[in-house]
């Protein structure tokens, strides 16, 4: 049963702590993305991976980290820096990234609401 | 940043009824995408047009891309209750990243 998986479904932490979302895919794919996403608005980019050992920022990387050492897992740390943490976040992968003349479905997983008081 | 900007905010129609909404960029792109996310959930596909397509369908849904005029529509027919969802339309230039805009929110009412 292939897809990706994002956990915990919910997640709270107090103000000051980091905190890791895991993210797996056994899709074979090889790019993957995190979002976040906040009431009412749209997809903003956090980190995004083309292959594995590489990885760049997105348009709203401060107070994030992120690591591809697999394939499959792409974890996202909210570290304590990032101000407003409380968010929905998303992950997704693809076949490879948009391109000139080419471009794959993203596929998401259920996303993790973090709460952070 | 994002670049698409969907139009309306939000959409009330009747089971049966047809849903339009449109999805507006600023830039020059290579694909646009639609996805719908229901309440609380990930993403999920719709269809992908190409910037030399005019036109696509797949089911009850019908996408239009006018280059000239930056902006696409996405036209769902026979609207069901489970259509009710948030649509976003997501545009990718020759960054290697999909700019999503900020959704229209679609409340089929039975």
């Not at chain 1, 797996?24 to 980190?47: C, F, K, S, T, V």
């Not at chain 2, 009710?84 to 290697?96: H, I, K």
């Amino acid at each position: 049963d292939g897809g990706i998986t994002q956990s915990p479904k919910y997640l709270f932490r107090k103000e000051g702590q980091n905190v890791t979302l895991s993210c797996e895919q056994n899709l074979n794919h090889d790019a993957m993305y995190w979002y976040r996403q906040d009431p009412g608005q749209g997809l903003r980019l956090i980190y995004y991976s083309q292959i594995v050992n590489d990885f760049q920022k997105g348009d709203i990387a401060e107070g994030y980290s992120v690591s591809r050492e697999k394939k499959e897992s792409f974890p996202l740390t909210v570290t304590s820096a990032q101000k407003n943490p409380t968010a929905f976040y998303l992950c997704a992968s693809s076949f490879g990234p948009p391109g000139q003349t080419h471009s794959y479905e993203q596929y998401f997983g259920p996303g993790t609401r973090l709460t952070v008081t | 940043s994002q670049q698409g900007e969907e139009d309306p905010q939000a959409l009330s129609i009747q089971e049966g009824e047809n849903a339009t909404m449109n999805c507006s960029y600023k830039t020059s792109i290579n694909n646009l995408q639609w996805y719908r996310q229901n309440s609380g959930r990930g993403l999920v596909h719709l269809i992908l047009i190409r910037s030399n397509e005019r036109e696509k369908h797949s089911g009850r849904l019908r996408v239009t891309l006018d280059t000239s005029k930056k902006s696409s529509s996405l036209l769902i027919t026979a609207s069901r209750a489970a259509d009710t969802a948030s649509y976003f339309c997501a545009t990718d230039g020759n960054d290697y990243k999909l700019s999503f805009g900020a959704g229209t929110t679609v409340t089929v009412r039975a």
